[in-house]
């Protein structure tokens, strides 16, 4: 049911210096698109989430300190939330 779809959260956790792992609330039905964007909407960076996984890592390295904004889409369901980078 579509319902389902709306029920998609996620966290952020670092993984050392220079890692994160984003993970889902829940295994996704459909294969997810994470996008990590600075607040001007500039793309660092695009990674997929294959279908029935429920995490993917994310590599840091290079970034800038501050805060950017983490989108994740499966299907027709889009999540976003703000994450504060410290190095």
């Known amino acids: 049911p579509e319902a389902q779809f709306f029920d998609l ?3 952020v956790e670092p993984q050392g210096s220079d890692m994160l792992k984003l993970k889902t ?7 997810g698109k994470v996008n990590v964007l600075t607040l001007d909407g500039k793309i660092v ?26 989108s994740l889409t499966e299907d027709m369901a889009q ?9």
């Not at 609330?25 to 294969?31: D, E, I, M």
């Not at 999540?79 to 190095?87: H, M, R």
């Open 9 to 11: 959260t996620f966290t």
């Open 45 to 70: 960076t695009a990674n997929t989430i294959p279908t029935n996984q429920r995490e993917v890592m994310i590599e840091t390295a290079g970034w800038t300190p501050g805060t950017y904004i983490f």
């Open 25 to 31: 609330s829940r295994s996704l039905q459909f294969a």
């Open 79 to 87: 999540v976003a939330k703000k994450v504060q980078i410290q190095k």
